[in-house]
């Protein structure tokens, strides 16, 4: 079934339908078998994407160049450092400028309302690669990752370790309770979730029928985990908080003895880039039940397929 999305900006999950999600997972699904099977297109010919970075960026980055630029458009990246914004130019006139020249633009910055000024003033579609809030893009990877290995989402449940606050916490939240999965954050008092995303997922949770819980204690929390998720301790742009978040986290890093008392079959994900020996053991995100590499991979796939569904091109 193909849901019309021509035209629509990605900010965070938050904002499409369950309905949505799953057309955009089929959709990457499909994106990616033409990949293994070297069927070549060339849907993006004759386009070109912005692709603004205040920060850094390896996985989002590549995906968004590769998957854009192996159909035959034009991807130009714009770092922070490079180009007016931030110096001498508002994000309102960069947003004007860009929708003159570009078909679509991806912005991975701090604030989210950059990112609608974007969506506001370009008006063209927008994809949020990260903000401080919101990892779509992200999430949209780790369901397919999910969806993939488990071919279902109902009754599964992930357990997201660490840092709870963050970007990717937040949007797990958000796509784990539109989707249908199982989620429980577990993390210290100081860096439970904000109140507000978690009455956000509780509603979505009401059509999806799935559970959200949140705690401090790691121990219980990961009790019959299908999935053990982390990320790092301090989040880009946070690197000043380091020391403090390792005598805050170190409980709750994933380890062997961690993963062993899941009392099942529990598979290792991670958004990427990792710390290892800080947020996670080598031994665990480098052993065989760790999908970390799968989800890196599905970046460029339900990127493309985002990129495709937005522009109109399916
Ligand atoms: N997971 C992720 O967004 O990776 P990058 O920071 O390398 O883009
Ligand atoms: N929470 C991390 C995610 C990196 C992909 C960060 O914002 O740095």
Same mark, same amino acid.
């Given at each position: ?13 938050? +904002? ?76 309102? +006139? ?8 570009? +078909? ?28 401080? +809030? ?24 992930? =357990?997201? =370790? ?117 947020? =996670?053991?080598?031994? =665990? ?30």
């Amino acid at each position: 079934m193909s849901i019309n999305l021509k035209g629509r900006s990605l900010i965070s999950l938050k +904002d499409y339908t369950p309905e949505e999600i799953n057309y955009l997972i089929e959709l990457s699904i499909a994106v990616k078998k033409e990949k293994q099977n070297n069927i070549r297109h060339q849907r993006f010919k004759g386009m070109t994407i912005a692709l603004l970075f205040e920060k850094r960026s390896t996985r989002t980055r590549c995906a968004f160049e590769t998957a854009f630029g192996e159909e035959g458009g034009f991807p130009v990246f714009l770092s922070s450092e490079d180009i007016q914004l931030g110096a001498k130019e508002s994000i309102e +006139d960069t947003a004007r400028v860009l929708g003159r020249m570009f +078909d679509c633009i991806q912005y991975r910055g701090y604030k989210t309302s950059n990112l609608e000024a974007l969506v506001k003033y370009s008006g063209k579609p927008v994809y949020n690669g990260l903000t401080d +809030d919101f990892h779509p893009t992200q999430v949209l990877a780790d369901i397919m990752t999910v969806r993939e290995y488990f071919n279902t989402y109902k009754g599964i449940k992930l =357990v997201y =370790v660490g840092d709870g606050r963050n970007n990717v916490a937040s949007e797990l939240m958000i796509g784990c309770s539109k989707a249908g999965l199982d989620i429980r954050i577990a993390s210290p008092q100081p860096l439970l979730p904000c109140e507000n995303i978690v009455s956000l997922a509780k509603n979505f949770t009401k059509k999806s029928g799935s559970a959200i819980e949140i705690t401090t204690d790691v121990k219980k929390a990961v009790q019959g985990a299908d999935i053990i998720y982390t990320d790092v301790w301090a989040s880009m742009g946070e690197e000043d908080k380091l020391a403090d978040r390792i005598k805050l986290l170190k409980p709750y890093q994933v380890n062997k003895e961690l993963m062993f008392l899941t009392g099942k079959e529990t598979i290792f994900m991670h958004c990427l880039p990792a710390v290892k020996g800080n947020e =996670v053991t080598a031994d =665990v995100i480098d052993g065989d039940k760790s999908e970390a590499w799968n989800q890196a991979e599905n970046r460029k796939h339900t990127i493309k397929a985002i990129m495709l569904a937005t522009l109109g091109l399916v």
